[in-house]
């Protein structure tokens, strides 16, 4: 028989914010342990948590750029549980009224090769709640250490449908939630800083049926690659039970990446009563159709909007779009530009999806050099774009103008100045060199005559060599064409 | 004027205070010696910083000096229940639990008491997590009656209701889950404000039941109590429930006229086979007469749902509970056992010799009624029953200014008489319990005596923030009976 897989995602955000979810302590990644904590935090006597709005806003964002109803109230909730990692011993989460419901996210399938688009589908949300992190344990031999810095950082869970029907299809979803979050300035999502994590729901069913099995949860996917393997590796071994005509028991897997096996780590019998109710110490959330309306408004381009206007619009073949828009720093610094001149689109993607990302390739070990330090803004980019098209310096002398900006943070002009690259705008030798390259090239000149545009290439190295690489490209043109239809 | 300084009431060291007849290291010396001889009967104190409150009074003495008091209440002492947090105070909850935790933030009223110039003198005694209604709860010591030693003072706040009536402190502040102090401030004859669930900040408050605690003055004069009132009162923005509601000069509606008010007298408080003591339902009626004799008309109220009150309360309350002190588990602070074999049994051990009884009885009960299968049976129900509390309350409200009970069934009971029937002991909270179940303030004050000595209360209920009737009302009973200025003999 064949089978398909059915996938459902439950994937955490940590929210950007100053503060954290039920507190003013800061909340970020990196500090020494238990520092970013307070009377809140610690769950000591008498503290009460308050609502941080910065994690209100950022999630109805979420839900915004997925489509979802942004219902007028949600509400708060506690998740009794025992365990270290949270030190009031219960986990502030919203249980029945979630902020999102509903909605989906755009994905683009891997397409048959880096220069061809995949396949788009939008894979459909259940809901998206907000909650409290919880804080970090390290355990050794003896004792177990925690870490209460990570304790309350406002966590949006993102749950899917089981829409999903691969690993491919779970990749996609991530790196499109990935670019949609970091472009509206939501999350950073780094897997490795834990920013973003994932659990994903397994079953396999009959293609073509529509029932849903009985599945297992993977816990502990902490890389893309870890989600790519885990659901694979579990896909592989749901099938062999099956094969085995086995029967497949509801539990909780831990996905091990050493190994590359899922093993199990609890199963339904043990699945915890939570004993949920309204926390009484929290005052349900309304949000204003009018709040919601106006973080609507502010909400940046959605990435796939972006791309197919770029292609219809500036007529960017995938390659550029691919590159641009699903990079938000180079989309950004793109849209800077063209406000700065907005003439010449497809040369400023150009020179930002290969010379800049060649140059920040260039100037790190490893990887970018991240764009904040990259010291040419997008003005000044825009600025080169212009005086190319203007003439003022031919295209092919523009690359070395380009590193020197790159490096320094100048404006071209003066770089133009500095290496005498300016066209000379001397059309006398100009004419003069080109009569000189047809004179010495008759077959070409026939053939151009003939009718074979093409022919005309054949007179440019010559030119070039002669001109010392001087002469404007398009001007040669221009003058050959003048010269060759005399 | 009473001769000796720890006699007086708040506002009469005030306004020594602003006079220069004395300073405030004269009042704290004054209360100390009066705390060393009688408190070791008493043991409404669990802890007193003597060097500290002396520094915190020379302080207050030297700002006046400079002309740079802090407020009219600059150097005036008050003790706190020991579930109320100040910096570097204990913090005890009078529980193992907590014996040795320090607090290392303060409440917002601890705040606010600071910022007038109070001197934090000592902490009070109360049932273990505010969780009883006679103090013999305490995991420390009982505190006794100043009345009559051989009865309770009253709980949860016994502690402050009996350092108050005993002399040991000119007023103190309490918490109220469903009486706690009303309830102690009835027995112990002082006068004791519930505030509107909202009114007053609960950040620092160790939490028993968030959605019906709240922090109040008890006070030896209804101007005492309505004076602390506006000092602790207000909009928080470290706790959510607090309420951005207008604080009143509550101490203006101090002798305004009741004279055509309506007083309503809810029937099933009276009607009631609970065990309405008949010398309390006397001295009650005769304080409801009293309002009559003013020109209040007097009208008969039906609260139809009263009785599902007490039932209603021990789900919410214990539900919340068993929540909000799942954090004390000897992980971070407080008693850790030391016989633990691993990280469960550390749980189960720290938390099972650190609690009391009363404590882990409702902490099961409210586990059980959260319980999957059992939340729609106990606890949604249970919030559905407190809705139509609440809507008996808002009706009544509709025809009356303010309503008028007993505060307890019966006066001060003897110690030991309920310990082993906790629902006996349930029930002395019967005619409290609603009014932190609707969210509404209430008063309490002495209005008598019984045959055998012990003070009887009453309670007046008002509508949501109307804090300010229920003073008006209350100033106009104490001008006729000055019940609460009279003291035990110790």
């Known amino acids: ?486 | 004027m009473p001769e000796a300084l720890y006699q007086q009431t708040a506002t009469e060291l005030q306004q020594g205070l602003q006079e220069g007849a004395f300073k405030s290291v004269d009042i704290v010396r004054s209360l100390l010696e009066r705390i060393d001889a009688v408190d070791g009967d008493i043991g409404a104190y669990l802890h007193i910083d003597k060097a500290d409150a002396l520094a915190q009074a020379e302080a207050a003495d030297a700002r006046r000096a400079g002309g740079k008091a802090l407020s009219d209440w600059d150097g005036v002492p008050i003790s706190l229940k020991d579930a109320i947090a100040v910096k570097g105070q204990p913090l005890t909850c009078a529980s193992r639990m907590l014996e040795n935790f320090v607090s290392p933030y303060d409440s917002t009223v601890a705040s606010k008491l600071k910022d007038a110039g109070c001197v934090l003198l000592g902490r009070l005694n109360m049932d273990e997590f505010a969780m009883g209604s006679s103090t013999e709860n305490s995991a420390v010591k009982p505190t006794l009656n100043p009345w009559n030693k051989e009865c309770i003072p009253g709980g949860s706040s016994g502690g402050s209701a009996a350092s108050v009536a005993a002399l040991e402190c000119p007023w103190s502040l309490g918490s109220d889950t469903g009486g706690s102090i009303r309830q102690p401030a009835s027995h112990c004859g002082v006068v004791g404000i519930k505030p509107t669930y909202g009114r007053v900040s609960r950040w620092g408050l160790a939490a028993f039941a968030s959605s019906l605690d709240q922090i109040g003055p008890l006070a030896r004069s209804v101007e005492d109590a309505a004076a602390l009132l506006e000092l602790i009162s207000g909009k928080d923005n470290r706790d959510s429930t607090s309420v951005p509601e207008p604080v009143p000069a509550f101490r203006k509606a101090l002798g305004q006229p009741v004279k055509g008010l309506k007083v309503g007298l809810p029937k099933q408080y009276f009607d009631n086979s609970e065990g309405l003591d008949p010398e309390v339902r006397e001295a009650v009626m005769a304080a409801a007469r009293h309002f009559e004799s003013e020109g209040c008309e007097l009208v008969e109220v039906d609260l139809p749902h009263a009785d599902l009150a007490v039932p209603v309360y021990y789900i919410v309350a214990t539900a919340e509970a068993s929540s909000n002190l799942g954090r004390y588990d000897g992980v971070r602070y407080g008693y850790r056992s030391a016989n633990a074999s691993d990280a469960i049994d550390l749980y189960y051990k720290s938390r099972g010799e650190g609690f009391g009884e009363e404590v882990k009885r409702r902490i099961m009960l409210g586990t059980y009624v959260l319980s999957s299968g059992y939340y729609d049976a106990y606890y949604l129900k249970a919030q559905k029953a407190r809705s139509l509390i609440r809507s008996d309350f808002a009706k009544a409200f509709e025809q009356v200014d303010v309503l008028l009970a007993p505060t307890a069934p019966t006066p001060a009971f003897r110690r030991g008489e309920n310990t082993e029937d906790p629902l006996a002991m349930y029930l002395a909270d019967i005619f409290t319990i609603p009014a932190n179940l609707a969210g509404i303030p209430g008063i309490s004050l002495p209005c008598g005596f019984s045959k055998s000595g012990l003070p009887i209360g009453f309670q007046l209920l008002g509508k949501s923030f109307d804090e300010a009737s229920l003073l008006r009302f209350a100033s106009n009973f104490e001008a006729a009976h000055s019940f609460a200025r009279q003291s035990p003999e110790l």
């Open chain 1, 1 to 486: 028989m064949e089978y398909e897989a059915v996938i459902g995602l439950e994937v955490h955000v940590q929210l950007k914010t100053e503060s954290k979810m039920f507190t003013t302590a800061r909340q970020g990644f990196g500090a020494s342990p238990n520092t970013y904590t307070d009377p809140v935090i610690m769950g000591l006597p008498g503290a009460l948590p308050v609502m941080n709005l910065q994690a209100i806003e950022q999630s109805v964002r979420v839900g915004l750029i997925c489509d979802s109803e942004i219902p007028e109230f949600c509400k708060w909730d506690r998740k009794n549980y025992f365990y270290p990692d949270s030190a009031k011993n219960y986990q502030i989460t919203q249980y029945d009224q979630p902020i999102c419901v509903g909605g989906e996210l755009e994905v683009e399938l891997t397409g048959p090769s880096r220069n061809v688009m995949g396949e788009h589908r939008k894979v459909k949300l259940t809901r998206a709640h907000l909650e409290e992190d919880v804080g970090k344990l390290t355990h050794f031999e003896r004792d177990s250490l925690v870490d209460y810095n990570r304790a309350g950082t406002p966590l949006l869970e993102i749950v899917t449908e089981p829409d999903i029907r691969s690993s491919e299809e779970a990749v996609a979803f991530l790196q499109s939630l990935r670019m949609h979050l970091t472009a509206a300035g939501i999350s950073d999502c780094d897997m490795e800083k834990g920013q973003m994590r994932c659990d994903a729901n397994v079953s396999l069913r009959p293609k073509g049926s529509d029932v849903l099995n009985t599945r297992t949860e993977m816990k502990n996917l902490n890389s893309i690659s870890g989600v790519k393997n885990a659901i694979e590796s579990e896909i592989r071994r749901q099938y062999r039970v099956y094969q085995k005509g086995g029967t497949i028991v509801q539990e909780t897997r831990r996905w091990d990446a050493d190994s590359g096996m899922t093993q199990s780590m609890r199963g339904k019998e043990d699945a915890h009563d939570y004993r949920y109710f309204p926390d009484p110490d929290l005052m349900p959330v309304r949000l204003p159709r009018e709040k919601v309306e106006s973080l609507r408004a502010e909400l940046p381009e959605r990435v796939f909007d972006q791309q197919r206007r770029y292609q219809e619009q500036y007529d960017f073949p995938y390659t550029l779009t691919s590159v641009i828009c699903f990079d938000f720093e180079l989309s950004r610094f793109f849209e800077t530009a063209m406000a700065s001149y907005g003439k010449n689109p497809k040369a400023l993607a150009n020179y930002i999806a290969n010379d800049l990302q060649r140059e920040r390739a260039q100037s790190e070990q490893d990887g970018l050099l991240p764009i904040i330090d990259v010291k040419m803004q997008p003005a000044q980019l825009a600025d080169l774009v212009r005086l190319v098209d203007e003439g003022v310096v031919a295209k092919h002398n523009a690359r070395e103008v380009f590193i020197e900006m790159f490096n320094t943070g100048r404006d071209p002009e003066p770089i133009i100045k500095e290496k005498g690259l300016a066209d000379d705008g001397d059309d006398g030798d100009l004419e003069a060199i080109c009569k000189d390259a047809i004179a010495g090239n008759a077959k070409a000149a026939e053939e151009f005559r003939g009718g074979q545009a093409k022919a005309i290439n054949s007179f440019m190295g010559p030119i070039m060599k002669a001109s010392k690489g001087k002469a404007n490209p398009q001007k040669v043109r221009e003058m050959l064409e003048k010269l060759l239809s005399e």
